[in-house]
């Protein structure tokens, strides 16, 4: 097996698209060229050539008739290499596969080709992404020591760590998602859920409309209540825990709860912890028993006033 991809600077679709690659054909003999006469022979071609045709194992992106996605995001050659070999390296999981796509795929796919994915908030920083990270191992600029096709390789052998923790990170989620659905539908009260172990479930949770509250043990023996979000990407959440708790810790919590075993509420109310079981209920049985007053009922203006 023969990969052929560019030579000189490299980016994030075609480091991530040789170590798809690789991971795959394990034997391969990976090339850096543009050499027309060496890219022929090579099975397998990405990024580089001009041609996306998958009969002949050809995957560059850079032409005009380069392919786009239904939202707009336009195909690097690492997505045209995930659409072609991306669920054999899940095993064929479809979910674990359109998640990898959504969170990593597509993001070296839209930055490769331009395109903006956000827009910078008032606090003025930018995020660092994996893109970046793949850049900073080209050959530095002032110094000689390095070369271009020996970085290559080393930023192969990174991302070669992010994909599969990515891949794994997935599997983990997606079996988590069913551990928390199979908890929620036992769940008398729709209100609130209590996990026998913590598995990832901010995105689950969200989906389920009268969720608020979700109590789980931690990784210090210990047991947390924490709540359920809006939606994606925020702590604004469907009902905080009481202002009361709010930043206080230990016995001071104790005190203004009266669950003897208090260890924390974080100061923004989305979280909060004790060291057993029996504090974190009754923890969840004062923040379900809160209620926002409504405003008193004005008595009705007659029609002459």
């Keep these: ?34 050499d027309p006469k060496r890219l022929a022979p090579a099975d ?13 194992l050809r995957f560059d992106h850079h032409q005009n008739s380069g392919e786009t996605r239904e939202n ?20 064929n999981d479809r979910s674990v596969w359109h998640r ?48 271009d096709d020996e970085q290559f390789f080393v930023a192969v052998a990174f991302a070669r760590q992010l994909l599969l923790r990515t891949r794994e990170k997935t599997r983990d989620a997606v079996e988590g998602e069913r551990v928390f659905l199979d908890a ?3 769940s008398r009260d729709k209100r609130y859920v209590i996990l026998d172990r913590f598995v990832p479930h901010g995105h689950i949770a ?7 509250y979700v109590v789980f043990p931690d990784s210090t023996e210990g047991w947390r209540i924490q ?16 202002k009361a708790w709010r ?38 049985r004062q923040a379900l028993a809160q209620r926002v007053q409504p405003a008193a009922a004005q008595p009705a203006k007659s029609a002459e006033a």
């Design 247 to 284: 930043g206080l810790a230990n016995g001071e919590l104790a005190a203004v709860t009266g669950v003897a075993d208090s260890v924390f509420c974080h100061r923004t109310g989305f979280i909060a912890g004790t060291q057993s079981k029996e504090g974190i209920m009754e923890l969840l």
């Design 44 to 56: 397998i071609v990405l990024d580089v050539g001009g041609v996306h045709d998958e009969t002949t």
């Design 1 to 34: 097996m023969l990969i052929a991809t560019h030579n000189g600077k490299f980016h994030a679709d075609d480091v991530f698209g040789v170590t798809l690659l690789t991971e795959l054909y394990p034997d391969a003999t990976v090339i850096r060229t543009r």
């Design 72 to 91: 707009g995001i336009r195909y690097s050659a690492f997505g045209l290499l995930w659409q072609h070999y991306g669920l054999r390296f899940c095993d």
């Design 206 to 212: 969200i989906k389920q409309p009268e969720l608020l």
């Design 227 to 242: 709540t359920v979000p809006t939606h994606d990407g925020t702590f604004e959440a469907r009902m905080d825990l009481p």
């Design 100 to 147: 990898i796509d959504l969170k990593l795929v597509q993001v070296i796919d839209a930055i490769d080709n331009g395109q903006d994915l956000y827009s910078v908030s008032d606090f003025g920083v930018q995020p660092l992404t994996v893109s970046d990270l793949i850049g900073w191992f080209n050959a530095m600029s002032t110094r000689g020591d390095e070369q």
């Design 184 to 186: 929620y539908k036992a």
